[in-house]
């Protein structure tokens, strides 16, 4: 770096605006008046809450099949369509974190991650071909039966609680996104919204169980595309075209695919968004219980491979849409920022704050806009209270023997269970607010948890050597670690220890009366753009550094979000193998093949091979028939 260059920073450090400084001017001046909802907005909005609350009523008290048994309840009498099934995993999986997120990813940090869409196909083929044929051959409930069945009950009772813990962390990140934005577009306070749209949720879960979520889930995926589609392509009209939206991004160094960097501290790199999310992915679909109990609720193995397809071609156009979106936001705001305007505080209200700038032209459009970041929301909610009380009441509640258990007991206690989970997670909502971005926030809170599941269920999957104490002792030591590095990070993030390189932003057609915007801009030339561009980034770049080097965190903090759950699962393979070794391996004759997965049981012909069409859910039902009363529930 020459000592001009040095010095024309120096300059900059001391007449640059910050964007506190830039945000304190402009407010103090000219107070912003924010465009909030009107009448037809909240009407659009209630109808869908009122749509969502019906279907739960319909299939508690008039549907054919009322839900008033753990079959009908958790898995829809395993006879559910192939549509809704599918309409419901996307809506489930895509949640307001991927519609409000990913634009505010894209518009901040560009393109890279965008190229996760690639890992989506992969995922895909290794769910169908390694982990779903052994679930849906055990006629299983709960996903986590598998682990009882292929160590003991100890591994299936850490899994489970691994998975609730999971979903407990999750889930009040994906309230949160959706309340964010209501209360910005309502002036409605956040902590208001939450527990008033919440319980709808709650409401419909309760009394309508698996049919209920899938339904809605089904409505809500078709308001989810509306709102989003609807948004993107009002938005390019204003930018000017698709080649405008693209042309005002790659001038200003957004587009970008092709990060080769080896260096796993580097944020996002083409490496770990395709490898790295690969595992992450896998972690949330393969051996996740909403994934198993959706497939489960096939009528047969092959309709649930189609169901996976469909939800990888739904989620890829999903994800390409919103990451074009965050395209089109820049490309609106390219030299307006609403941040360092100061009209929003978080980069997560972008897509909102866009949305209401074009409520003039299409009445309607921020309650349709709403209603779709609510829909995936709830539908994410819904599906996660289902699958915990599944999973709660089959792993935990059930196998107690001095507990006399009927269906209307069942029943029962999984509803009250949905309402108290709900409840608790309404209420971590107000950590929520505490953490960064909510891409590399939501990902490295699953991590926690994700990473050990995967690897947990793939040493047992693949593995038929590795025995029940080398899966325990690995688990505990991946949840640990990973849980160490993970809040660790988030930590040295809210500290300003850790800070990544943005793209540019601008302020320099912001209608600011009384600033003087050439202040901002006095040493550049309107004429020469680019050349302020790229001075802009190096300066940015060189501060952060300096920051940097004075409090460097530690170094497994650094490391990119990404790599968490691919970290976790080798930390299980690896413990767990040891562990294995350490305590004597399992006997490969005396394991049932049917544990084994597929894709590795011809490598151990000596694996016992069972002819039975039972899978061991029927075995386990019928082992506990006597505590039953089959007699009809009246709700």
């Given at each position: 770096?020459?000592?001009?260059?040095?010095?024309?920073?120096?300059?900059?450090?001391?007449?640059?605006?910050?964007?506190?400084?830039?945000?304190?001017?402009?407010?103090?001046?000219?107070?912003?008046?924010?465009?909030?909802?009107?009448?037809?907005?909240?009407?659009?909005?209630?109808?869908?809450?009122?749509?969502?609350?019906?279907?739960?009523?319909?299939?508690?008290?008039?549907?054919?099949?009322?839900?008033?048994?753990?079959?009908?309840?958790?898995?829809?009498?395993?006879?559910?369509?192939?549509?809704?099934?599918?309409?419901?995993?996307?809506?489930?999986?895509?949640?307001?974190?991927?519609?409000?997120?990913?634009?505010?990813?894209?518009?901040?940090?560009?393109?890279?991650?965008?190229?996760?869409?690639?890992?989506?196909?992969?995922?895909?083929?290794?769910?169908?071909?390694?982990?779903?044929?052994?679930?849906?051959?055990?006629?299983?409930?709960?996903?986590?039966?598998?682990?009882?069945?292929?160590?003991?009950?100890?591994?299936?009772?850490?899994?489970?609680?691994?998975?609730?813990?999971?979903?407990?962390?999750?889930?009040?990140?994906?309230?949160?996104?959706?309340?964010?934005?209501?209360s910005q577009v309502t002036g409605i306070n956040l902590h208001l919204v939450t527990p008033a749209v919440c319980i709808v949720c709650i409401f419909?879960?309760?009394?309508?169980?698996?049919?209920?979520?899938?339904?809605?889930?089904?409505?809500?995926?078709?308001?989810?595309?509306?709102?989003?589609?609807?948004?993107?392509?009002?938005?390019?009209?204003?930018?000017?075209?698709?080649?405008?939206?693209?042309?005002?991004?790659?001038?200003?160094?957004?587009?970008?695919?092709?990060?080769?960097?080896?260096?796993?501290?580097?944020?996002?790199?083409?490496?770990?968004?395709?490898?790295?999310?690969?595992?992450?992915?896998?972690?949330?679909?393969?051996?996740?219980?909403?994934?198993?109990?959706?497939?489960?609720?096939?009528?047969?193995?092959?309709?649930?491979?189609?169901?996976?397809?469909?939800?990888?071609?739904?989620?890829?156009?999903?994800?390409?849409?919103?990451?074009?979106?965050?395209?089109?936001?820049?490309?609106?705001?390219?030299?307006?920022?609403?941040?360092?305007?100061?009209?929003?505080?978080?980069?997560?209200?972008?897509?909102?704050?866009?949305?209401?700038?074009?409520?003039?032209?299409?009445?309607?459009?921020?309650?349709?806009?709403?209603?779709?970041?609510?829909?995936?929301?709830?539908?994410?909610?819904?599906?996660?209270?289902?699958?915990?009380?599944?999973?709660?009441?089959?792993?935990?509640?059930?196998?107690?023997?001095?507990?006399?258990?009927?269906?209307?007991?069942?029943?029962?206690?999984?509803?009250?269970?949905?309402?108290?989970?709900?409840?608790?997670?309404?209420?971590?909502?107000?950590?929520?607010?505490?953490?960064?971005?909510?891409?590399?926030?939501?990902?490295?809170?699953?991590?926690?948890?994700?990473?050990?599941?995967?690897?947990?269920?793939?040493?047992?999957?693949?593995?038929?050597?590795?025995?029940?104490?080398?899966?325990?002792?690995?688990?505990?030591?991946?949840?640990?670690?990973?849980?160490?590095?993970?809040?660790?990070?988030?930590?040295?993030?809210?500290?300003?220890?850790?800070?990544?390189?943005?793209?540019?932003?601008?302020?320099?057609?912001?209608?600011?009366?009384?600033?003087?915007?050439?202040?901002?801009?006095?040493?550049?030339?309107?004429?020469?753009?680019?050349?302020?561009?790229?001075?802009?980034?190096?300066?940015?770049?060189?501060?952060?550094?300096?920051?940097?080097?004075?409090?460097?965190?530690?170094?497994?903090?650094?490391?990119?979000?990404?790599?968490?759950?691919?970290?976790?699962?080798?930390?299980?393979?690896?413990?767990?193998?040891?562990?294995?070794?350490?305590?004597?391996?399992?006997?490969?004759?005396?394991?049932?093949?049917?544990?084994?997965?597929?894709?590795?049981?011809?490598?151990?012909?000596?694996?016992?091979?069972?002819?039975?069409?039972?899978?061991?859910?029927?075995?386990?039902?019928?082992?506990?028939?006597?505590?039953?009363?089959?007699?009809?529930?009246?709700?």
């Amino acid at each position: 770096m020459t000592e001009s260059t040095v010095s024309g920073m120096e300059s900059v450090e001391d007449e640059i605006f910050t964007t506190e400084e830039v945000t304190e001017q402009f407010t103090m001046k000219t107070p912003l008046q924010p465009k909030l909802f009107n009448w037809l907005d909240y009407s659009v909005f209630s109808v869908m809450l009122i749509l969502s609350a019906l279907i739960g009523i319909y299939f508690a008290f008039f549907a054919k099949h009322k839900q008033n048994s753990t079959s009908q309840y958790l898995m829809g009498g395993r006879s559910m369509g192939i549509l809704p099934i599918s309409m419901s995993l996307i809506a489930s999986y895509i949640s307001g974190i991927a519609l409000l997120g990913l634009p505010a990813e894209i518009y901040t940090y560009g393109t890279q991650y965008s190229v996760i869409i690639l890992s989506e196909v992969f995922v895909t083929y290794t769910m169908a071909t390694a982990f779903i044929p052994v679930f849906y051959e055990l006629k299983i409930t709960s996903s986590y039966e598998y682990l009882k069945h292929r160590f003991n009950s100890k591994v299936r009772l850490l899994g489970s609680a691994i998975f609730i813990v999971k979903m407990m962390l999750y889930i009040p990140i994906v309230i949160y996104v959706p309340a964010l934005a209501f209360s910005q577009v309502t002036g409605i306070n956040l902590h208001l919204v939450t527990p008033a749209v919440c319980i709808v949720c709650i409401f419909y879960t309760t009394l309508g169980g698996l049919k209920a979520v899938v339904w809605t889930d089904t409505l809500q995926t078709f308001v989810m595309f509306i709102g989003i589609i609807a948004v993107l392509t009002i938005g390019t009209i204003r930018a000017g075209g698709v080649a405008e939206v693209w042309r005002r991004n790659y001038d200003t160094g957004r587009i970008e695919f092709f990060n080769m960097d080896f260096d796993p501290r580097v944020r996002h790199t083409f490496w770990s968004v395709t490898f790295g999310n690969y595992i992450s992915w896998l972690a949330s679909c393969a051996v996740n219980q909403a994934m198993i109990q959706r497939c489960l609720a096939m009528s047969s193995i092959e309709r649930a491979k189609i169901v996976t397809f469909i939800l990888a071609i739904g989620i890829m156009s999903i994800v390409i849409l919103s990451c074009y979106t965050g395209l089109v936001i820049y490309a609106n705001f390219h030299d307006c920022d609403p941040i360092l305007r100061g009209a929003i505080t978080k980069n997560d209200q972008l897509l909102p704050y866009l949305v209401m700038e074009m409520s003039s032209t299409i009445p309607g459009l921020p309650g349709v806009f709403i209603s779709g970041v609510f829909s995936a929301a709830l539908s994410t909610m819904s599906t996660g209270l289902n699958s915990m009380t599944g999973v709660l009441y089959e792993d935990f509640i059930r196998p107690r023997k001095s507990w006399h258990h009927t269906e209307r007991k069942a029943s029962h206690i999984l509803k009250f269970s949905v309402v108290i989970i709900g409840f608790i997670c309404v209420c971590m909502v107000l950590a929520v607010e505490k953490l960064g971005m909510l891409i590399q926030a939501s990902k490295s809170m699953a991590a926690i948890t994700a990473g050990p599941l995967l690897g947990i269920f793939s040493l047992g999957l693949f593995a038929p050597y590795a025995n029940a104490t080398g899966a325990m002792v690995g688990g505990i030591v991946s949840v640990l670690l990973i849980g160490w590095m993970s809040l660790g990070t988030q930590t040295a993030m809210a500290e300003g220890k850790i800070k990544f390189p943005v793209k540019y932003t601008s302020m320099a057609a912001c209608p600011i009366p009384g600033f003087n915007t050439s202040e901002f801009l006095d040493y550049a030339d309107q004429s020469t753009e680019m050349s302020f561009l790229q001075d802009f980034q190096t300066t940015t770049e060189y501060f952060q550094s300096e920051a940097q080097e004075q409090s460097e965190p530690f170094f497994l903090y650094s490391i990119s979000y990404l790599w968490y759950t691919g970290i976790g699962v080798l930390i299980v393979l690896v413990v767990g193998n040891i562990v294995s070794w350490a305590t004597g391996f399992n006997k490969c004759e005396d394991l049932d093949s049917r544990l084994i997965s597929p894709m590795v049981r011809r490598f151990y012909p000596n694996l016992k091979i069972v002819k039975d069409d039972k899978g061991f859910g029927d075995m386990e039902k019928e082992a506990s028939i006597s505590l039953l009363d089959d007699l009809p529930i009246q709700i």
